[in-house]
């Protein structure tokens, strides 16, 4: 079931993911040669529950505040004191808050001092394909919609898509309906209404779309072994179009 939100929910909405989003701000901005990413993870704990919110992936069962990815690992990367960063890594950092009994969540991979020139084009590649599901999540469009600009924003560069993890919908859930792949077709899905919220979270690798789970029974790696990246807001369909609830982690 999808639920739409009111003015007053999407109120609420919007101050959990203001949180969620200068956590992730701040994770980024913790981000440095050196650093261990349970480090990075403290500095997103310490926040959240600074602002009287929880960190909802652990209220979902994972076992940190902040996944925390590094290189090929493409999601859930469990924090570690022992994972230290390197320069020339790229980490992915995702953040939510639950607050006030409305959820935020958002993503961004972040270069370890200076990256490969393709890991740079990995990184811009997949926060213009977030950008390009954004512009398609208008009243009135369908899911595929956004699926289909993700997708083909970052197959332009021949780049993988992860298929197993998909956006999704959000609000007093972390993950509510509709899913949101990150491929598909045009045309095709729910319609799009305005009051709905959205977390749409691009999942690209380097080469291949082939996942695999490790052993710790989270940690998401490309098969491949190539870099990954992930970039994700949470969103609001409007009357007015698209708007951006997580905005606070690109102000830096
Ligand atoms: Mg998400």
């Known amino acids: 079931m999808v639920f739409l939100k009111s003015k007053k929910e999407l109120e609420l909405m919007r101050a959990a993911c203001e949180i969620s989003a200068e956590a992730l701000r701040l994770g980024g901005e913790a981000v440095r040669p050196g650093v261990s990413t349970w480090e990075i993870d403290r500095v997103i ?7 009287g919110a929880a960190p909802n992936f652990m209220e979902n069962g994972f076992p940190a505040s902040a996944c925390v990815s590094v ?11 022992s994972k230290i960063l390197q320069p020339g890594d790229i980490v992915s950092i995702d953040t939510g808050a639950l607050y006030k009994g409305y959820n935020g969540d958002n993503a961004a991979t972040f270069p370890v001092g200076e ?20 512009e398609a999540a208008v009243a009135g469009n369908r899911v595929g ?49 305005a009051g ?21 029974g989270w940690t998401v790696v490309a098969e491949s072994g190539k870099y990954a990246a992930h970039f994700e807001h949470t969103i609001a369909v409007t009357e007015n179009g698209p708007e951006i609830y997580t905005l606070a982690w690109e102000r830096s």
């Open 45 to 51: 704990h310490e926040f959240i529950k600074s602002q």
């Open 196 to 216: 709905m919220t959205l977390a749409i979270e691009p999942m690209i690798t380097l080469s291949g779309d082939s996942i695999v789970i490790l052993d710790d």
């Open 115 to 134: 990256i490969a020139p393709e890991h740079k084009t990995l990184l811009e590649t997949t926060k213009a394909a977030l950008y390009s599901g954004i």
């Open 145 to 193: 919609d956004i699926s289909n600009a993700v997708e083909t924003s970052a197959r332009a560069r021949g780049f993988g898509v992860v298929r197993e993890f998909v956006g999704h919908g959000i609000g007093r859930e972390l993950h509510e309906e509709p899913e949101v792949p990150n491929y598909g077709s045009k045309g095709r899905g729910r319609r799009l209404a």
């Open 71 to 81: 290189n090929e690992e493409v999601i859930h990367g469990i924090p570690s004191k």
